[in-house]
């Protein structure tokens, strides 16, 4: 059983910085891809940014220049740094890594977390 549970979210205002954060936790023997993916009322689901086991980035062009996305291999934990917010940062913001576990250890499935509030507003 593998769990991702995010923390951080919360209401700030436009300008101000959040960190958020995500842990893998469980069976795990392996994690490639981590990322986060973020849903405003009304639209579709859509990347932030993303990190490989290797450090490439990628960063949805909304959010290049004020987001950062690292991890910490050691403590399976994915990191997304929000600078410079604006309301139209408001989303719930979930992780996404592809993991493997014990039990298959060359089969990554894909796994979500149960997402976090980011709320910008005055």
């Known amino acids: 059983q593998v769990q991702l549970v995010e923390s951080g979210g919360g209401l700030v205002q436009p300008g101000g910085s959040l960190r958020l954060s995500c842990a893998a936790s469980?069976?795990?023997?392996?994690?490639?891809?981590m990322g986060w993916y973020r849903q405003a009322p009304g639209k579709e689901r859509e990347l932030v940014a993303s990190?490989?086991?290797?450090?490439?980035?990628n960063y949805a062009d909304s959010v290049k220049g004020r987001f950062t996305i690292s991890r910490d291999n050691a403590k399976n934990t994915v990191y997304l740094h929000m600078n410079s917010l604006k309301p139209e940062d408001t989303a719930v913001y979930y992780c996404?890594?592809?993991?493997?576990?014990?039990?298959?250890?060359?089969?990554?499935?894909?796994?979500w977390g149960q997402g976090t509030q980011v709320t910008v507003s005055s």
């Open positions: 996404n890594a592809d993991i493997s576990t014990y039990y298959r250890a060359y089969d990554y499935r894909n796994y």
């Open positions: 990190m490989s086991t290797g450090g490439s980035t």
């Open positions: 469980g069976s795990i023997f392996s994690i490639g891809a």
